[in-house]
């Protein structure tokens, strides 16, 4: 990352006039670049408009050929290379009225200025800036009569262009009209201005008054800042975010990877946590668009995702929590893991609604840069209105020559089947007795072979599945946490060991109702599956996938006498069990509160931004129990796992561990306690997730590993930090 010291500008504490930055769009004005790269670069911003400012050119450093900086500004000449569309994702498909679109239902955008503070390079709509463009309205009286007409509108983001760069009188005027309008909740902006030009934030009282008055405790603002790399983050564009946020505002980033400019784990992850720190976390990282004249900055969504997940690894709850995701004509598609052989994305919202929360797999293709690039895995749910990649067609076959006119074609001597079938088949076919036994044995033979191959094939499917579905609970565990101050649901609650005074764990502001003895009750006590069904938009499969059990649950959920029991079987019967002791915490076995571990920090991960290692914690793995009304018998799914345990220390040694089995004494036939209730149905393995949301299967060796089930633990053998 560059560590280039910025040139000093004026302290906005001091500042007594407005700063104006000079706006400059001709590459003539800019001393930097050479003449022979003036010439050819004038040939590209013909094409693509240029447009920079004083104030932002100078954070380049123009001894770098690579500062991102000038990458993000100054044209490049493969611009004009032959790749990409100028509305990629067809925003033109859900334009309603000129600068109008509504894509959500409740959500419309008004494209209400066609100019920005600069011109990013990378823009997907830089279709916008062309001279025969229509398709932002500066009269923006249609589109509010449209947005009242639509009651079911409450959220509307203005952007374009730059809102920003409008002025404040024209900008109060839409923001007015829009508070006059009661289902409008949320008004969002989409800004660049901050990082372009802080200064329009910073030096004008009237923009802070106006925020101040429409950024209510009950309806906020909020601006959608785009900054792409930490150098943007100078003391001006800090001052301008906290102008901001002392009017009310509420802020958030967002930003694409962009090749060149923050295609680093290091960069982004910078990123994260420096905004994490002011105040204005990250909300999306997008997959760039297919635009044309973007093709230097695309990079492909499998380096995208590893980028992304590599710049998430140590970062906090807040600094993390950002979504990768693909703004796609369909709807905004996030893409939730890659593994070897799969892609697995999610629809967050779509503008067809049998689409949302949607979970679907692709197979992987590290070429591809979007969506309609990959090709559908066999089994996945199939969203609608995408054009996926299709299979590489089959091999032509090779036509058979015309025949030369005037030339009779010479026939194949003919199988009379009418005579076949009177005299009996195949014998009567030509085939002796004995030919026909061979021919029926080696049927049976191919038949035994393939048999164990089928079975294989369809076991296979299944741990697919299930990786599938582990990898959406645990991304629902997560972002349960994210959206409740970091806290994580607990793992196993039955009241008693929830003791107000040790109420780090209780999640909800509705469980805290307790009993004069201080057990806890209400929501909270209920089993975690439940509480995760409104993140995984009530889609069962990926809870429990026994089809039986899941109709029974069905059929109790249509019976609304039984919507208790519903929950409760909802609950004990899911297909994945959770790491409830060191994750979440578990009463049964006095996880909540260890005084003998005190010692060693959290003896419970209680918070998200408390784990240390998210790629080796795991939250769910497959599992099974024993029900109390099976007679005995064995059933998939237990909402408890309990991990090799600690023994309690005496006063000065570190705790024991003692592992479930010793390596190789794995047995199905044991007591499921045995083994922490893990079910190893895949070939001898059970799935697993781990809190940066990768699904694996691990075999009991594997799981045996300390490091998977206590964030505490350093090494193996369970040893504390
Ligand atoms: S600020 Fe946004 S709209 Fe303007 S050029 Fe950059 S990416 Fe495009």
């Known amino acids: 990352m560059h560590t280039q010291s910025l040139p000093q500008l004026q302290s906005p504490a001091t500042q007594t006039s407005p700063r104006r930055v000079k706006y400059l769009t001709s590459l003539d004005q800019i001393a930097g670049i050479s003449d022979e790269d003036r010439e050819l670069l004038k040939k590209v911003s013909e094409r693509y408009v240029f447009r920079a400012n004083d104030y932002y050119l100078r954070l380049i450093d123009w001894t770098d050929p690579k500062d991102p900086i000038k990458q993000l500004i100054i044209p490049r000449k493969e611009e004009l290379n032959d790749w990409g569309k100028l509305d990629a994702s067809n925003e033109a498909a859900v334009t309603v ?18 100019v920005c503070g600069a011109y990013c390079r990378y823009c997907f709509r830089k279709r916008l800036f062309m001279n025969d463009n229509e398709e932002v309205s500066k009269d923006v ?115 694409p990877i962009i090749r060149g400019i923050n295609d680093d784990p290091q960069t982004l992850a910078t990123l994260f946590r420096e905004f994490s720190y002011i105040g204005c976390p990250q909300y999306y990282v997008f997959q760039g668009r297919p635009t044309a004249g973007n093709e230097p900055f695309e990079v492909p969504i499998v380096e995208g995702w590893r980028i992304f997940s590599q710049a998430l690894v140590d970062e906090s709850g807040l600094a993390g929590r950002a979504r990768f995701s693909m703004s796609h004509a369909s709807g905004k598609v996030e893409i939730q893991s890659v593994d070897e052989r799969f892609i697995y994305l999610r629809y967050h919202r779509s503008k067809y609604p049998e689409n949302n929360g949607r979970f679907f797999v692709c197979k992987r293709n590290d070429h591809a840069y979007w969506l309609d690039h990959l090709e559908l895995a066999e089994g996945s749910y199939v969203p609608k209105g995408v054009e996926f990649a299709q ?87 997560t972002m349960y946490a994210q959206d409740n101050k970091s ?9 008693s060991w929830a003791k ?82 060191y994750v979440g915490g578990d009463a049964h076995r006095g996880g909540f509160y260890r005084p003998s571990y005190s010692r060693w920090g959290t003896f419970v991960v209680d918070k998200l931004e408390s784990v240390i290692m998210p790629s ?58 045995t083994f922490g209730h893990l079910d190893f149905r895949h070939f001898g393995k059970a799935t697993t997730v781990t809190f940066d949301g990768h699904a694996e299967t691990l075999d009991l060796d594997q799981l045996n590993d300390m490091r998977r089930w206590y964030n505490q633990a350093t090494a193996a053998n369970g040893h504390p930090r």
């Open 391 to 477: 299979k590489s067609p089959a091999a032509p076959r090779v036509a058979a020559p015309d025949p030369t006119p005037g030339r009779a074609v010479p026939q194949s001597p003919r199988i009379e089947t009418s005579r076949a079938s009177k005299a009996g088949g195949l014998v009567a076919a030509g085939f002796t007795l004995i030919e026909l036994l061979v021919v029926i044995s080696i049927i049976v033979l191919l038949i035994g072979m393939l048999a164990p191959a089928l079975s294989s094939a369809r076991k296979t499917a299944g741990m697919v599945r299930e990786l599938a579905a582990i990898r959406q609970v645990g991304s629902a565990f």
């Open 500 to 581: 107000p005074a040790r109420r780090t764990f209780i999640v909800h502001e509705s469980a805290t109702s307790a009993s004069e003895d201080g057990r806890l009750f209400g929501e909270t006590i209920r089993p975690y599956p439940w509480r995760l069904m409104p993140y995984l938009d009530y889609a069962r499969p990926a809870l429990v996938l026994d089809r039986t059990l899941r109709t029974t649950i069905e059929d109790l959920s249509s019976d609304r006498t039984q919507a208790v029991n519903f929950q409760a079987a909802f609950s004990r019967h899911p297909t994945f069990g959770m790491n409830t002791t």
């Open 141 to 255: 009286t249609q589109g509010l009569a449209y947005i009242r007409q639509h009651p079911e509108v409450s959220n509307v983001l203005l952007t374009g262009g730059d809102p920003l760069i409008m002025g404040t009188r024209r900008l109060r005027e839409i923001i007015s009209a829009l508070r006059e309008i009661d289902h409008v909740k949320i008004i969002r902006i989409g800004s660049k201005m901050p990082a372009f030009n802080p200064f329009r934030i910073l030096d004008d009282p009237d923009l802070q008054a106006m925020f101040r008055e429409h950024s209510t405790p009950d309806k906020r603002i909020y601006l959608m800042c785009h900054f792409d790399h930490p150098r943007e983050l100078t003391p001006e564009a800090r001052a301008g975010i906290a102008k901001l946020l002392e009017c009310g505002v509420i802020c958030v980033n967002q930003c």
């Open 487 to 495: 806290k994580l649901l607990p793992g196993y609650l039955r009241g």
């Open 616 to 673: 080796k914690l795991m939250i769910f793995a497959s599992s099974r129990g024993v029900r109390s009304n099976s007679g005995g018998q064995k059933v998939p799914g237990f909402h408890r796992l309990e991990g090799p345990w600690h023994a309690t220390p005496t006063s000065n040694s570190v705790p024991a561990f003692i592992p479930w089995l010793a390596p190789g004494r794995f047995d199905a036939a044991l007591p499921t306690t």
């Open 97 to 114: 009225e000129p600068g109008v679109q509504h894509k959500y239902k409740d959500t419309v955008l008004l494209l209400c200025n066609e």
